[in-house]
């Protein structure tokens, strides 16, 4: 299985946005020098962008945290900086514009500019977006989406833009909703003139979604439409006798035609049978708890009776708990900082994957990072933290993982041991470490909306508070894997959400958590 990892999310971090507008800035300036020595065809498509540039730096838009706070506000500044881009490259691929490009590529190479696949992840965390808490696509497209402030509306050629990845992508009823927008937008809308859509790419995209959904009525009336609008617009009229010949069925391979048109769409992965739970709907836990618990817990540790950890009890048999106050915001700010430069795509260890043993995957869209204690003497801290607050053996558990997420980046269920009665593959088990027994997943931001822990098997829904940690057990005591911890990180609304993970292997723990014989 391998999958090609794209930017699956919108932006990954805060961080990310802050350099891309510091280089923006420089390629501006020299843009700007190249203008002087253009002509005029050059210098209206130089200007454009750099017009673009201007507004975003004028707008709120230029604060990061603003960026971050909406999909919205995320996909327009990532579409000026993949597509914008694209559109301005090609006016200078020649002449003097040559080493002015090698000079900007270099700047975008280095601060991590979106490329352009970048509007495809945004379509694609879109929809994840819109299934997972439910947003009818006029909302989106207006900016209302629920727990958030309302951002201003995308344009016409955004919503054909992301309708049309979703054309591309097989999903062609929300490709159909949001090339319906387009098309409601396109005659109230100013033309943006670097860009190269017309009415008639947006009808044509619309056509063909209707066509694989087996309205072939309407992608012939489409199609009418687009003949005048455009008489020569590509093929126009063979598609129009095309669908002619099916409706009226005299074509002899009409049969295998309308067969192809409504076979099912790929699968893809899509947590939206169970949003309810990422939606916060229903959070009250099958562990039966009459009431939840708090407590002071102190293991009878001097350490903690200075410190004793506020302990919460959310679900018993498997057994989670919130631990409140983990770590100081100063420490975090510290550890943000160091990870930053180690952050990598996530990747996913899994069983017949390439050589490395590790794939780029979609089934986690995060940048993430071990970090081990010697980077900086905080990541020894809040190790050493971590195991008198669990009063759990931190000899064999793994180095502190930090993750991130973007707008659109999410993490499906799976569980966190390896010794899974479904998966024969055991190689992850060093016997000198022995599986995953249990998981400190401490939360470093509060997420504006979004980004919840749930364990969909016993109904719980965590929602991340700066500071507190989830802590629980993946394994029965007997060591096999306990199946009701199957657990997600559902997808960020808005903001950003970085924690950090200690996962905590079995071997030395006897002494506090024997196992059972
Ligand atoms: O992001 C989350 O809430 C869950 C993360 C997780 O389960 C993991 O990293 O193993
Ligand atoms: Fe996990």
Redesign the pocket.
Known sequence: MHFHYGAMEIFTALEDVQNIMNAERKIVDILRMLVLQSDKPRRAAINSYINKSKDIFESPDADPEHIVSHPLNSFRLVKHFSSGWENLRKHLEHDAGQATLIKIEKLRRQARFPETDAIAGAAQGFLRLQRTYRIRTEDFAAGNLPGITKASALSAVDCYLVGHQQLLDGIYDYAASWLEIALQKWPKEKRDPLSSIQKSDILNSLQLSYYHLGNVWMALELCKTIREVDPFYPNITAKILTYQALLDGTTKWSVNAMKLQTRPPPVRVDNGLRGFLCRGEDTSPSGALPHLRCLYETHKNPYLILQPVKLEVVHVSPDIFILHDVILDSQIERLKKVAATHLQPATLVQSGSDKSGVVETMT?T?KSAFLDEKIDSVIAKINHHIGQMTNLDMEQAEAL?I?S?GIGGH?TT?Y?FFRNPTDPDTKHIQPHLGDRMA?V?IYLTDVQAG???TFPLINVT?F?QKGSAAFWFNLHRDGTGDLKTL????PVLAGN?W?A?KWIREVGQWRTRPCLS
Do not use: S
């Not at 657990?487 to 559902?490: T, V």
């Open positions: 986690r995060a993982q993750a997420y993490y799976h966190d998981t997943l980004g919840a822990t965590l991340p657990h997600e990180g559902c959400k924690i993970n």
